[in-house]
């Protein structure tokens, strides 16, 4: 087992990966930006080395900088979290060629899932259902309308190497895609410095549902149940669910042997996520694979009570995994709340927190590096805490939400908690019925001052 690791992130994830190695008896090593000394990941680890200014590019996304830290402190392992270098093959090579464990995907692993287009034709070779479109890359804008006929209208473009929304673009007729296709390679351009785009049907009324896979070093993988990620503003996941309202028995068995044959094709090591679309008629169809740990993995731990982060590590040190597949016993929500204005368009609202009340109770758990006086940096993404609570069902879970965004309480700047407020009193979050249009018509209504 590993005697001390460096965990390559910041803020709740950091501080997650730290309790669990504290359970373990593994030494940590927490890195942060200038930004970020203040932060709660920084007191909590054994160690904390400073790896640069505010900018990400010049702290967490600086390997030089973060292979220094773990070799001055003899970390022998790194865990990069979610985001920032999580699924950088170059980063994952680097850790290997210093003899350093990388906690995670290898190099060749996330180079062949990394890329949505190679994904997906790997994908069909495993024989996993995919969405209808191109068969790769599109070569340019003669062969991207030859694929749109073939594929009919609607489509999406998307970026190969996007991810967050960027470089997608839904076209409904003919004359509109020229310009679709030059303005989504040049934001995939600006995003990621990578243009290739692929096509694929647009799929109407979906809902976006995951599959949360683990393998290891024999080529053994399982699932662990789905989570629901339907509410998502611009391509970003607001809340997540799991079990999914929509799932029946014998679509979530379907869902889970897709995303075990796809796992198992690839001698996938490690925990991650196969994305899937999920139409009305309850076809899915593999989106892309996350290879690393996500924001909402919290959810499928409460459900089933098992510590994803301890498995993470248990499979990079080389113990094999039970193949045992998990089904969910409870019901669990995950609000992410944001320091945003839900009223302004959801504008960041990085300050000061003059005042934090957190809420409590049996049922609800509150991942987050936040506290009274701690300052938020502009620098970084706007998710502060994530809030989730579990009961034995749906109805029971959403009422414990209610009763705990009423009870959390955050002053000296804007969050996303009265969104999430009036989201548990929609009628159709109530009875489930919403896709990944949700938030185009849900307006949220202003609170009359006392």
Same mark, same amino acid.
């Given at each position: 087992?590993?005697?001390?690791?460096?965990?390559?992130?910041?803020?709740?994830?950091a501080?997650?990966?730290?309790?669990?190695?504290?359970? %373990?008896g593994?030494?940590?090593?927490?890195?942060?930006?200038?930004a970020?000394?203040?932060?709660?990941?920084?007191k909590?680890?054994?160690?904390?080395?400073?790896?640069?200014?505010?900018?990400? *590019?010049?702290?967490?996304?600086?390997?030089?900088?973060i292979?220094?830290?773990?070799?001055?402190?003899?970390?022998?392992?790194?865990h990069?979290?979610y985001?920032?270098? *999580?699924?950088?093959?170059?980063?994952?090579?680097?850790?290997?060629?210093?003899?350093?464990?990388?906690?995670?995907?290898?190099?060749?692993?996330?180079d062949?899932?990394?890329?949505?287009?190679?994904?997906?034709?790997?994908?069909?070779?495993?024989?996993?259902?995919?969405?209808?479109?191109?068969?790769g890359?599109?070569e340019?804008?003669?062969?991207?309308?030859?694929?749109?006929?073939?594929?009919?209208? /609607?489509?999406?473009?998307?970026?190969s190497?996007?991810?967050?929304?960027?470089?997608m673009?839904?076209?409904?007729?003919?004359?509109? =895609?020229?310009?679709?296709?030059?303005?989504?390679?040049?934001?995939?351009?600006?995003?990621?410095?990578?243009?290739?785009?692929?096509?694929?049907?647009?799929?109407?009324? /979906?809902?976006?549902?995951?599959?949360?896979?683990?393998?290891?070093?024999?080529?053994?993988?399982?699932?662990?149940?789905?989570?629901?990620?339907?509410?998502?503003r611009?391509?970003?996941?607001?809340t997540?669910?799991?079990?999914?309202?929509?799932?029946t028995?014998?679509?979530?068995?379907?869902?889970?042997?897709?995303?075990?044959?796809?796992?198992?094709?690839?001698?996938?090591?490690?925990?991650?996520?196969?994305?899937?679309?999920?139409?009305?008629?309850?076809?899915?169809?593999f989106?892309? %694979?996350?290879?690393?740990?996500?924001?909402?993995?919290?959810?499928?731990?409460?459900?089933?009570?098992?510590?994803?982060?301890?498995?993470?590590? =248990?499979?990079?040190?080389?113990?094999?995994?039970?193949?045992?597949? #998990?089904? /969910?016993?409870?019901?669990?929500?995950e609000?992410?709340?944001?320091?945003?204005?839900?009223?302004?368009?959801?504008?960041?609202? /990085?300050?000061?927190?003059?005042t934090?009340?957190?809420p409590?109770?049996?049922?609800?758990?509150l991942d987050?590096?936040?506290?009274?006086? #701690?300052?938020?940096?502009?620098?970084?993404?706007?998710?502060?805490?994530?809030?989730?609570?579990?009961?034995?069902?749906?109805?029971?879970?959403?009422?414990?939400?209610?009763?705990?965004?009423?009870?959390?309480?955050i002053?000296?700047?804007?969050?996303?908690?009265?969104?999430?407020?009036?989201?548990?009193?929609?009628?159709?979050?109530?009875?489930?019925? #919403?896709?990944?249009k949700? %938030?185009?018509?849900?307006?949220i209504?202003?609170?009359?001052?006392?």
């Amino acid at each position: 087992m590993f005697k001390k690791i460096l965990i390559a992130n910041r803020g709740e994830i950091a501080l997650r990966v730290i309790r669990t190695c504290k359970e %373990m008896g593994i030494k940590t090593v927490a890195v942060y930006s200038t930004a970020d000394a203040e932060s709660l990941h920084v007191k909590f680890a054994d160690e904390a080395v400073c790896i640069g200014p505010p900018a990400s *590019s010049e702290s967490y996304l600086k390997i030089s900088n973060i292979i220094a830290a773990a070799e001055i402190t003899n970390a022998d392992a790194i865990h990069p979290g979610y985001g920032f270098l *999580s699924e950088n093959a170059k980063f994952s090579k680097i850790c290997e060629e210093h003899d350093i464990k990388f906690i995670g995907a290898s190099p060749e692993m996330i180079d062949r899932m990394g890329d949505k287009a190679n994904a997906k034709a790997t994908m069909l070779e495993a024989g996993v259902p995919c969405v209808p479109g191109s068969e790769g890359i599109i070569e340019d804008f003669e062969d991207c309308k030859k694929v749109a006929l073939e594929t009919g209208y /609607p489509v999406m473009l998307k970026a190969s190497a996007g991810g967050g929304g960027k470089g997608m673009r839904a076209v409904w007729k003919p004359e509109d =895609l020229e310009n679709a296709w030059e303005s989504a390679r040049a934001e995939s351009k600006a995003a990621f410095g990578n243009d290739d785009m692929y096509m694929e049907k647009l799929i109407e009324e /979906p809902r976006h549902i995951e599959i949360q896979i683990v393998g290891d070093s024999t080529g053994k993988a399982c699932h662990l149940s789905e989570r629901d990620c339907s509410i998502q503003r611009r391509h970003q996941k607001l809340t997540e669910e799991v079990p999914s309202p929509f799932m029946t028995t014998a679509l979530r068995k379907k869902m889970g042997e897709a995303a075990v044959k796809a796992a198992e094709y690839i001698k996938y090591e490690g925990a991650g996520t196969v994305e899937f679309l999920v139409d009305k008629h309850r076809n899915f169809f593999f989106m892309e %694979m996350n290879t690393r740990i996500q924001v909402e993995h919290p959810i499928t731990e409460q459900v089933i009570d098992f510590d994803l982060i301890r498995e993470q590590i =248990l499979v990079a040190a080389g113990v094999p995994i039970s193949g045992k597949n #998990y089904l /969910p016993q409870l019901h669990s929500i995950e609000c992410r709340i944001n320091a945003e204005d839900p009223f302004n368009d959801f504008r960041p609202s /990085p300050g000061r927190i003059t005042t934090l009340h957190a809420p409590g109770g049996h049922g609800v758990r509150l991942d987050t590096h936040v506290y009274a006086g #701690y300052s938020i940096p502009p620098n970084y993404d706007s998710m502060i805490a994530k809030l989730i609570t579990t009961a034995q069902t749906r109805e029971e879970a959403i009422n414990k939400m209610k009763r705990a965004l009423d009870e959390f309480v955050i002053e000296g700047i804007k969050t996303t908690i009265p969104f999430h407020r009036q989201l548990m009193d929609h009628p159709d979050y109530l009875s489930g019925n #919403y896709t990944t249009k949700f %938030m185009e018509d849900f307006k949220i209504q202003p609170i009359e001052e006392d």
